[in-house]
């Protein structure tokens, strides 16, 4: 696959595509945020987690417009999305304007982004991070971004973690990097860590998580219909003969006992798009809701 992304360390003052400027983190010497709950108390955080199959040379712009769809109707305050590539990163920055959307240097073919929607419950405090993982051969890293949401301080953290069963141990490797990264964190503030992680449950099993970290869809009640994001028999995206439902891709909070709560899980993107009859993606996409609650 390529190279890891090392370059990138250290050089995020401004990021660039082809010689422009991606974007720019706002910085922390902006004004506080003010909060903005309703009147009963509360506000609702909403994040969507997608895989949006870049790799897939067929329709992928049409597809990529139906992701952006989706996002522009619902409107989530934060996206984390994998498998962009250039064709579909063009689609989303032109199309989702009320969106600052994060990446690293893209030297690599395809790659994660996270974000953050342009309104007043949500800013970034600082700049964007990477943190890239040694040992893939994916060039695989984690992007991070500190923000404050409704006045609680929050670190938004993604990645698409080593594919494949035949790596399973970096992809351990990598996942229990991730979450030394949330056990220092967690201290200050609320870390939602996301993406396609590419995990088995018995990896997860072997891995140790942050003191108390919770996976939002058990949170939310384990709801079977909702468990499997990859389903090549619900799925025909990928056109294979066999019949395999994983849970690929996961949202987890930390620490549980917070002022941020999970409220919602879901699967979105289960639709055919009229024109080419496929689905968005191979994957479907992660619809989590987190209730803030002050006392």
């Not at 696959?1 to 660039?16: K, Y």
């Not at 990163?89 to 690293?104: F, K, M, N, T």
Request: charged share 25%; aromatic share 10%; hydrophobic share 35%.
């Amino acid at each position: 696959h390529g190279r890891v992304c090392s370059s990138v360390i250290g050089m995020f003052s401004a990021f660039r595509d082809l010689g422009r400027v991606v974007t720019r983190s706002i910085m922390a010497s902006e004004p506080p945020a003010k909060r903005f709950c309703t009147d009963t108390g509360d506000s609702t955080l909403k994040l969507l987690s997608w895989n949006i199959d870049g790799l897939d040379k067929g329709e992928t712009v049409e597809r990529a417009r139906a992701v952006c769809g989706l996002v522009a109707e619902r409107k989530p305050h934060v996206v984390y999305l994998q498998e962009v590539v250039g064709a579909t990163w063009d689609v989303i920055v032109g199309q989702l304007s009320e969106y600052q959307c994060y990446r690293a240097d893209g030297s690599f073919p395809y790659y994660p982004i996270l974000c953050l929607l342009k309104c007043q419950e949500i800013r970034a405090t600082g700049s964007l991070d990477c943190v890239p993982f040694p040992q893939s051969t994916m060039g695989r890293h984690l992007l991070q971004l500190p923000v404050t949401f409704d006045g609680l301080d929050l670190q938004l953290m993604t990645s698409h973690l080593e594919s494949t069963k035949d790596h399973g141990v970096e992809r351990k490797n990598q996942f229990s990097q991730v979450f030394k990264i949330v056990e220092k964190l967690q201290l200050s503030r609320v870390c939602i860590f996301g993406g396609d992680l590419n995990i088995r449950d018995k990896e997860v099993a072997a891995v140790s998580l942050a003191p108390d970290t919770v996976d939002v869809w058990e949170a939310c009640g384990s709801i079977e219909e909702h468990r499997y994001t990859w389903d090549t028999g619900a799925n025909t995206n990928l056109g294979v003969p066999y019949k395999s439902k994983l849970r690929f891709d996961r949202i987890y909070l930390s620490p549980e006992h917070s002022p941020l709560k999970p409220s919602s899980f879901s699967l979105v993107g289960k639709e055919c798009l009229p024109g080419c009859r496929r689905f968005p993606s191979d994957h479907w996409g992660v619809w989590t809701e987190f209730k803030l609650t002050w006392d």
